[in-house]
């Protein structure tokens, strides 16, 4: 049974707007603008999926005088990256995001002061073990039970809104509400926080210093010496997806492999005692030593666990993490 579907788009400065889509045959269907900027229809929908997008006489610099202009809907949830059309799905009537069902939803997860965070690049991180096949969520969570197994208890995920191109840290966002699709659909997001749910582990949606001075040591271990009001306030870290790997940093790059591993679990005790949140950063735990360079691939180093220096890093993380969780000392 079809149901009347209401599409509407804000765009105060131009003149006119209609809409085409596969539920029109593409034909175009015009939309009525109102005092407040709303260009808006109605649309009799049966229960589907359907592309579309929207057509404006721009009044923009960048475009001939009311040329008529292609544009997705800025509030679309999915995008079709082969079309390059917004995406809408009506079910029993309404408008739906997907069909997922919560399953772990009533778990309850490690309160504030615990937290172990571990931000992550979908697309590098899980990208098949270090093969050039894109990451996907599905990935991610495959390896959940590695995150667990190191002692995290919260991820951080770098962008996943869709951005253009393929391949973006997620900074560059072209579609705010809809998932970079590449990476799987908004079901997929959802199983995979359902999933960290299941682990007990949260998911979320940067302290350095150049040289060394005792003082200034103190006051990176200490955020509260920084105005933080409590230890939640701050998040440490050793290196982020804008900062090198510890191991490749120019002061490790000198030294011999194991002066440089020594040195790397001293910065993991460091990272794990400071007052603060820790935060590890992709492949620090086994001693990824890649450069960063925003917005190029760099596909996680999942090979160095192979090296015996790379896997006994891994296993100082994983007790120096077990640590922090259960010695409350070192959170309150």
């Given amino acids: 049974m079809a149901a009347a579907i209401e599409f509407k788009l804000f765009a105060p400065n131009n003149k006119a707007a209609t809409r085409i889509?596969?539920?029109?045959?593409?034909?175009?269907?015009?939309?009525q603008k109102n005092d407040k900027g709303y260009f808006r229809t109605k649309i009799q929908l049966e229960d589907g999926i359907y592309?579309?997008?929207?057509?404006?006489?721009?009044?923009?610099?960048?475009?001939?005088?009311?040329?008529?202009?292609?544009?997705?809907?800025?509030?679309?949830?999915?995008?079709n990256r082969t079309t390059h059309t917004s995406a809408v799905r009506i079910k029993a009537g309404e408008r739906i995001i997907d069909t997922y069902v919560w399953q772990h939803d009533d778990k309850e997860l490690p309160p504030n002061e615990e937290l172990v965070i571990y931000e992550l690049h979908v697309a590098?991180?899980?990208?098949?073990?270090g093969s050039e096949s894109g990451g996907k969520f599905q990935q991610v969570i495959e390896k959940l039970h590695y995150l667990c197994d190191l002692?995290?208890?919260?991820?951080?995920?770098?962008?996943?809104?869709?951005y253009p191109g393929d391949y973006s840290w997620g900074y560059k966002v072209r579609d705010f509400f809809a998932v970079e699709s590449s990476y799987?659909?908004?079901?997929?997001?959802?199983?995979?926080?359902?999933?960290?749910?299941?682990?007990?582990?949260?998911?979320?949606?940067n302290l350095a210093g150049k040289?060394?001075?005792?003082e200034k040591l103190k006051q990176v271990l200490d955020g509260k010496q920084q105005g933080y009001q409590n230890t939640t306030n701050a998040s440490d870290y050793l290196a982020s997806h804008d900062r090198d790997h510890l191991l490749a940093e120019a002061s490790f790059r000198i030294l011999d492999r194991e002066t440089a591993f020594k040195r790397a679990k001293l910065g993991a005790v460091l990272l794990v005692t400071a007052v603060?949140?820790?935060?590890l950063w992709m492949g620090e735990e086994f001693g990824g030593w890649s450069c960063q360079t925003p917005n190029q691939q760099n596909k996680l180093q999942w090979n160095l666990l192979k090296n015996?220096?790379?896997?006994?890093?891994?296993?100082?993380?994983?007790?120096?993490s077990r640590l922090r969780r259960y010695l409350p000392a070192f959170y309150t």
């Fill in 151 to 162: 002692g995290i208890n919260a991820i951080e995920l770098m962008p996943v809104n869709e």
């Fill in 51 to 79: 592309q579309y997008k929207f057509r404006v006489q721009s009044q923009s610099p960048y475009f001939e005088l009311d040329e008529w202009v292609e544009v997705n809907d800025p509030y679309a949830t999915e995008i």
């Fill in 211 to 214: 040289t060394f001075d005792i």
């Fill in 308 to 320: 015996q220096p790379n896997h006994e890093l891994l296993e100082y993380y994983k007790h120096a």
């Fill in 184 to 205: 799987g659909a908004t079901a997929d997001l959802k199983q995979l926080i359902d999933e960290c749910q299941s682990f007990r582990i949260f998911a979320i949606e």
């Fill in 21 to 31: 889509g596969s539920f029109s045959k593409w034909d175009e269907i015009p939309l």
């Fill in 276 to 279: 603060g949140i820790p935060m």
């Fill in 124 to 129: 590098d991180f899980s990208g098949a073990d």
